[in-house]
T-cell receptor
């Protein structure tokens, strides 16, 4: 079945550091790829999405580019802030034909801690 | 206020008891979901409803039963809870299928003693 792999379980940075969180996927079709962020005590929040090869998604200074050849969607931010500390999830969803796409398949999540 | 609301916030119960969780969305969406988030923060889809119709039913023990009275409400009942049911249950909603952004509620934390 479809799956998402996030390599880093935890990332510890200082403010203004560059962030990369790696995300690779395995899917039979042509899925949409997402990044969600979860703050303590809250549900995940949509960050952005990309649905075709080479498309860049971005929001709040974060960005990722859909790479079909490498099956990747790595999250990057040029300069992190303490307020970015949270758990970040990469996810995929297929096209939804026949209702099978009405679900997100999440990676294992990456806990980002940013020191001031 | 438009959002996804869940009740209760927390629930502590004994093994074998029955529990029910409620979810309501005021976003005008037509699709609602239940996800389970375990102690390691792993998030997995359980069920999905589109306009009150069950469309996704992952491999979930039979003691779990969702119910939708209309497209704005989705409940989850667990008959005879087990210790492994301890988790955060997250409700979400979206408009349309597949590529749609999902909006999540704050979750219900279940502890089974």
């Amino acid at each position: 079945g479809d799956s998402v792999t996030q390599t880093e379980g935890q990332v510890a940075l200082s403010e203004e550091d560059f962030l990369t969180i790696h995300c690779n996927y395995s899917a039979s079709g042509y899925p949409a790829l997402f990044w969600y962020v979860q703050y303590p005590g809250e549900g995940p929040q949509f960050l952005f999405r990309a649905s075709r090869d080479k498309e860049k998604g971005s929001s709040r200074g974060f960005e990722a580019t859909y790479n079909k050849e490498a099956t990747s969607f790595h999250l990057q931010k040029a300069s992190v802030q303490e307020s970015d500390s949270a758990v970040y999830y990469c996810a995929l969803s297929d096209r939804g034909y026949g209702g099978s796409g009405n679900k997100l398949i999440f990676g294992t999540g990456t806990l980002l801690s940013v020191k001031p | 206020e438009t959002a996804v609301f869940q009740t209760p916030n927390y629930h502590v119960t004994q093994v074998g008891n029955e529990v029910s969780f409620n979810c309501k969305q005021t976003l005008g969406h037509d699709t609602m979901y239940w996800y389970k988030q375990d102690s390691k923060k792993l998030l997995k889809i359980m069920f999905s409803y589109n306009n009150k119709q069950l469309i996704v039913n992952e491999t979930v023990p039979r003691r779990f039963s969702p119910q939708s009275s209309d497209k704005a409400h989705l409940n989850l009942r667990i008959k005879s809870v087990e210790p492994e049911d301890s988790a955060v249950y997250l409700c979400a909603s979206s408009y349309g299928a597949g590529y749609a952004e999902q909006f999540f509620g704050p979750g219900t934390r279940l502890t089974v003693l």
